[in-house]
């Protein structure tokens, strides 16, 4: 069984930049970073699968920017000009070959972390 444990939320001001990681104990086919606020669907940020192929929602493409560690099985998300509509909880999920037009979507996820708060204050 896959574990995944993210770690590196905050809070932060408007414009700002939080890392967030998710050290995986093994790589699945595709990872990826959702997020969730109260209220609110959980809803996918940025994919990356084994191909390399990245797909990014709209609402965070020029300032989100997902990577992988291969040597520390870590995924990273690099949150740039933070906005106060980016709060909420964010995941790390991971799961097998995943046709591009699901990439963001939560349903073919198997394997999902804790959770790491991020809070971004205007």
């Known amino acids: 069984q896959v574990q995944l444990v993210e770690s590196g939320g905050g809070s932060v001001q408007a414009g700002g930049s939080l890392t967030l990681s998710c050290a995986a104990s093994?790589?699945?086919?595709?990872m990826c970073w959702f997020r969730q606020a109260p209220g609110k669907e959980r809803e996918g940020v940025a994919s990356i699968d084994q191909w390399g192929t990245y797909r990014y929602a709209d609402s965070v493409k020029g300032r989100f920017t997902v990577s992988k560690d291969f040597g520390k099985r870590i995924l990273i998300l690099q949150m740039n000009s933070l906005k106060p509509e980016d709060t909420a909880m964010y995941y790390c999920?991971?799961?097998?070959?995943?046709?591009?037009?699901?990439?963001?979507?939560?349903?073919?996820?198997?394997?999902w972390g804790q959770g790491t708060q991020v809070t971004v204050s205007s």
């Open positions: 999920a991971s799961g097998g070959s995943i046709a591009w037009t699901d990439l963001l979507s939560p349903a073919p996820y198997s394997t």
């Open positions: 093994a790589w699945r086919n595709t």
